[in-house]
């Protein structure tokens, strides 16, 4: 049987969620930046995305979730700033790890259907 060449590359999105896609890509780069100090409004700048939009983001992902990602402190005389909460921390953590964990078992099975040597180069 003569096989075509097999796809180099593959693409997957994960989002977790209860009952409406709330937590994927674009939430843990935010969260990932606050977490390494930047403001949510420079993380957000960062990745090109809207301050009001980042806020969206985070509201719907904490309204399906049903727990707070980020405390909000309001601005003022020492200035404002949101940090993770613990319960935002360890869902981020559990999240990479679903993703990096998936990923591997995914890359598996692509070469196992896609085998290399059967890939025009």
Known sequence: MNKPPS?????????VYNR???FG???VTLMELI???HSLKSASQQIGMAYSKAWMHFNKAEDDLGFKLVERKTGGVGGGGTT???QGEYFL????RFEFESRAEVDKVFRACFPPDNRDT
């Not at 953590?93 to 990479?96: D, E, H, I, S, V």
């Open 7 to 15: 796809p180099q590359n593959f693409l997957t999105r994960f989002q």
């Open 20 to 22: 409406h896609p709330s």
């Open 25 to 27: 890509k674009g939430i």
């Open 35 to 37: 977490q390494s100090g």
């Open 84 to 86: 993770l909460t613990g």
């Open 93 to 96: 953590a559990q999240y990479t």
